[in-house]
């Protein structure tokens, strides 16, 4: 007689309380998944509530909480979950990331292991680096400065032999980037 293993236990949503440093409070000032909608699409990004829901089940963006609202269970999240979303249809795009890649990344991209950001209401949201810097932020700056190492070359007729920008937060926690990068610097 065959037996049939018991079924696998369900995964653990990851809201967006798992998506912050352990320990932190809560933000108070919540908001609807209509409202993140709203938001997404003031600053360009056309997203139905059923695709919000859809990255949520797949991890790109972190599951809402369910509490009592206005009369009824609504579904909430902190504003800078709005922050999170929006990157979601620049990582399919230009990252070449599946959907299902795109909320590791996300986590995975802003803050170093020590970082605690603080948001205007008071909640702590952290994270975990990797490579160095944000692939994301490493692409844009090396553009960024080969743009004005280009736009520098034109305008002068002088080449520019190195660039260096070094952003450092409060806590001395910083990004580097170079032009050109270290690699492909000939001996100054």
């Known amino acids: 007689m065959a037996t049939t293993a018991p079924p696998k236990p369900k995964p653990k949503r990851k809201t967006w309380r798992d998506w912050m440093v352990p320990g932190t409070p809560e933000p108070t000032d919540l908001i609807t998944r209509d409202e993140v909608i709203a938001r997404l699409r003031r600053r360009g990004v056309k997203v139905a ?55 590791d990344a996300l986590r995975g991209q802003l803050w170093p292991p020590d970082a605690v950001v603080l948001l205007p209401d008071g909640s702590r949201f952290g994270g975990t680096f990797f490579g160095g810097y944000p692939r994301i932020l490493g692409k844009l700056t090396d553009a960024a400065l080969v743009s004005l ?16 920008i070094q952003v450092v937060d409060d806590r001395g926690t910083g990004i580097e980037t170079r032009y050109p990068p270290p690699d492909e610097r000939q001996s100054e």
């Open 49 to 103: 509530a059923r695709t919000l829901a859809h990255w949520e089940s797949v991890g790109a963006t972190p599951h809402p909480v369910r509490r009592w609202r206005d009369g009824a269970p609504r579904a909430l999240y902190p504003d800078w979950v709005v922050d999170i979303a929006i990157q979601v249809p620049h990582f399919l795009r230009y990252e070449g990331l599946t959907l299902s890649e795109v909320g």
């Open 149 to 164: 190492a280009e736009n520098y070359c034109r305008a002068t007729g002088v080449p520019i032999r190195h660039i260096a």
